[in-house]
């Protein structure tokens, strides 16, 4: 099994910039690929970004490729998403999740999750 402790978010203007960290625990971290996910407010958990185990391998939803970039270090179990050129669009709460298949873009698919963290993004 693995856990997942997300942290970094907060309130940042318009075209402002976060990093979002995940830390993990568990001997066998460095077998899960890792997905970004969010949640806004009323709405149905979405699809951001994965990352292969090994890492170099992603793939980013549409609406936030060219500004976010996810990557992970496996020494430190951890895995990031640096998010740049924010919008208010992209207010919601983040999660990280885990899970030991690679190509898992739907929430139900994944087996480990975080507690989530806050990001808003002000006008």
């Known amino acids: 099994q693995v856990q997942l402790v997300e942290s970094g978010g907060g309130l940042v203007q318009a075209g402002g910039s976060l990093r979002l960290s995940c830390a993990a625990s568990?001997?066998?971290?460095?077998?899960?690929?890792m997905g970004w996910f969010r949640q806004p407010p009323g709405k149905e958990r979405e699809f951001v970004a994965r990352?292969?185990?090994?890492?170099?391998?992603?793939y980013y939803v549409d609406s936030v490729k060219g500004r976010f970039t996810i990557s992970r270090d496996n020494a430190k179990k951890m895995v990031y998403l640096q998010m740049n050129s924010l919008k208010p669009e992209d207010t919601a709460v983040y999660y990280c999740?885990?899970?030991?298949?690679?190509?898992?873009?739907?929430?139900?698919?994944?087996?480990?999750w975080g507690q989530g963290t806050q990001v808003t993004v002000s006008s």
């Open positions: 990352i292969r185990s090994s890492g170099g391998t992603t």
């Open positions: 999740a885990a899970d030991l298949r690679y190509g898992l873009d739907r929430a139900r698919d994944y087996t480990y």
């Open positions: 568990g001997r066998t971290f460095s077998s899960y690929a």
